[in-house]
């Protein structure tokens, strides 16, 4: 939030002993910190908090990377959005995915969202090459065994008039290309990939490579659905 590195990167420079607070060298990940009363310097330079705090909703296209920067010079979900703040995309959409993909600098509603105990519903819109078999759609709704354990049971409905190859899937985990590997478990290839909502939040008016500044309500939504709310 302070705009210094990643959150990954504070721990390694936490654990390098980098970083003092009240003038004292801290490198235990798990120590609290007071914004107001405490002074935290990184490498001898103060790190201040952004108040500033942002949250936008960014219609993904497809052929644009979820993370800051690439290695490999591949275009960014960061080349989209023109704004001073540091942001971070909150989860990950793989670069032949498009829709719904929030972004912001609140680092704690971000982590709570992406926990795994939040169990934040996320909806795609799937097309598949070839018609989904009932008894395929029953063992997905139930959960699937894929490399790295079994799905957790989630809802599917079929859209009507597309001979059951576009559905929409209901999931509440996050697992590394989850609903591809799903599909591709029972024989399927999905030809394209669009998340329709996340948190609540959908792409309604947003057209394709757009963003949009969250308004109060959404903002509350979401930190409903982090727990962060409790009315």
Same mark, same amino acid.
């Given at each position: 939030?302070?705009? #210094?590195?990643?959150?990954?990167?504070? /721990?390694?420079?936490?654990?390098?002993?980098? #970083?003092?607070? !009240?003038? !004292?060298?801290?490198?235990?990940?798990?120590?609290?910190?007071?914004?107001?009363?405490?002074?935290?310097?990184?490498?001898?330079?103060?790190?201040?908090?952004?108040?500033?705090?942002?949250?936008? =909703?960014?219609?993904?296209?497809?052929?644009?990377?979820?993370?800051? $920067?690439? %290695?490999? @010079?591949?275009?960014?979900?960061?080349?989209?959005?023109?704004?001073? /703040?540091?942001?971070?995309?909150?989860?990950?959409?793989?670069?032949?995915?498009?829709?719904?993909?929030?972004?912001?600098?609140?680092?704690?509603?971000?982590?709570?969202?992406?926990?795994?105990?939040? +169990?934040?519903?996320?909806?795609?819109?799937?097309?598949?090459?070839?018609?989904?078999?009932?008894?395929?759609?029953?063992?997905?709704? !139930?959960?699937?065994?894929? +490399?790295?354990?079994?799905?957790?049971?989630? /809802?599917?409905?079929?859209?009507?008039?597309?001979?059951?190859?576009?559905?929409? =899937?209901?999931?509440? *985990?996050?697992?590394?290309?989850?609903?591809?590997?799903?599909? *591709?478990?029972? @024989?399927? *290839?999905? +030809?394209?990939?669009?998340?329709? *909502?996340?948190?609540? =939040?959908? =792409?309604? @008016?947003? @057209? $394709?490579? $757009?963003? $949009?500044?969250?308004?109060?309500? %959404?903002?509350?939504?979401?930190?409903?659905?982090?727990?962060?709310?409790?009315?």
């Amino acid at each position: 939030m302070a705009g #210094v590195a990643s959150r990954r990167a504070a /721990e390694e420079l936490i654990v390098a002993g980098e #970083v003092k607070v !009240n003038g !004292n060298v801290v490198t235990d990940l798990a120590t609290k910190v007071h914004t107001i009363n405490d002074t935290v310097t990184v490498n001898g330079k103060r790190a201040s908090v952004a108040y500033n705090l942002i949250y936008i =909703l960014l219609h993904k296209p497809k052929d644009y990377i979820t993370t800051v $920067r690439d %290695e490999k @010079g591949r275009r960014t979900v960061m080349q989209l959005v023109n704004v001073r /703040e540091r942001i971070y995309p909150v989860g990950r959409l793989d670069r032949n995915t498009s829709g719904v993909l929030l972004l912001t600098n609140d680092g704690d509603l971000a982590n709570k969202l992406m926990h795994p105990s939040s +169990e934040v519903i996320k909806s795609y819109h799937v097309t598949l090459d070839k018609s989904l078999d009932e008894a395929h759609a029953q063992k997905l709704v !139930n959960g699937v065994y894929l +490399e790295d354990g079994k799905t957790a049971p989630c /809802e599917l409905d079929i859209i009507p008039g597309t001979k059951a190859k576009n559905v929409v =899937l209901h999931i509440h *985990e996050g697992k590394n290309r989850q609903v591809r590997r799903m599909f *591709e478990s029972l @024989g399927y *290839e999905i +030809e394209k990939l669009h998340r329709t *909502e996340y948190a609540g =939040l959908t =792409l309604s @008016g947003l @057209g $394709r490579g $757009r963003w $949009r500044f969250l308004n109060e309500k %959404e903002v509350k939504g979401l930190r409903r659905v982090a727990g962060l709310l409790t009315n």
